[in-house]
């Protein structure tokens, strides 16, 4: 079992639909991190978060350290938030355990 | 300047020839990471610098040889590599390594070896 869960692997939506992207994780952390990779390769830091909720613009993000969860939300979705959705957990040794990414489109 | 500068951006080179890829940032960031990110995966770490000293090398073969000159550059030099080793190679750097800070990553180097 990784040590990273997301959920799901796929998603496809219509263009204003409300997207939720999950992430489990079963280790201890100090920070959990959500990163955009488009086609092409970069990866954008969206959140850093260790607690309660961050926003910004159209995304959210929340995490629950009791449960081990973390959701990632885009409301107003658009079809340039099309991109690969990584969860990445800091575990305080220099080295950040990635999940397997959600690969969302949104058409038109 | 919040960015994170890779060259180059495309590389193809036979398993014979002797090449490296070239990191930079100037944000002041203490820690510098290389990752390794095949087709559909997440990216796997293959080294740590932290204050310009490798702190973790992820058993990685001794083909791929990173340097780091100084603060802002991060180099990965590569000599008889492996049609295998063809990926997208992307750089990082945060505030510190071994405390949550944000990552900043690189558009990476797509590597092909023929």
């Known amino acids: 079992k990784n040590e990273v869960e997301q959920s799901p692997q796929n998603l496809t939506a219509q263009e204003g639909e409300f997207i939720t992207i999950n992430c489990s994780y079963s280790v201890g952390i100090s920070a959990l991190h959500w990163l955009q990779q488009h086609p092409g390769g970069g990866i954008v830091s969206l959140f850093m978060l260790s607690s309660g909720k961050k926003k910004h613009g159209r995304l959210i993000a929340t995490i629950n350290i009791q449960e081990k969860h973390s959701s990632l939300h885009i409301t107003a979705s658009h079809p340039r938030d099309s991109a690969v959705y990584i969860c990445?957990?800091?575990?305080?040794?220099?080295?950040?355990?990635f999940g397997q990414g959600t690969r969302l489109t949104i058409n038109p | 300047d919040t960015e994170v500068t890779q060259t180059p951006k495309h590389l193809v080179m036979g398993m014979t020839n002797k090449k490296s890829l070239k990191c930079e940032q100037h944000m002041g960031h203490r820690a510098m990471y290389w990752y390794k990110q095949k087709a559909k995966k997440p990216p796997e770490l293959m080294f740590v610098?932290?204050?310009?000293?490798?702190?973790i090398n992820e058993s990685v073969p001794s083909r791929f040889s990173p340097e780091c000159p100084n603060s802002s550059l991060l180099n990965l030099h590569l000599h008889a590599l492996q049609p295998e080793d063809s990926a997208l190679y992307l750089c990082a750097s945060s505030q510190e390594a071994g405390y949550p800070s944000e990552a900043f990553f690189g558009q990476g180097t797509r590597l092909t070896v023929v």
């Open positions: 610098y932290s204050y310009e000293k490798l702190s």
């Open positions: 990445a957990v800091d575990q305080g040794a220099q080295k950040l355990v």
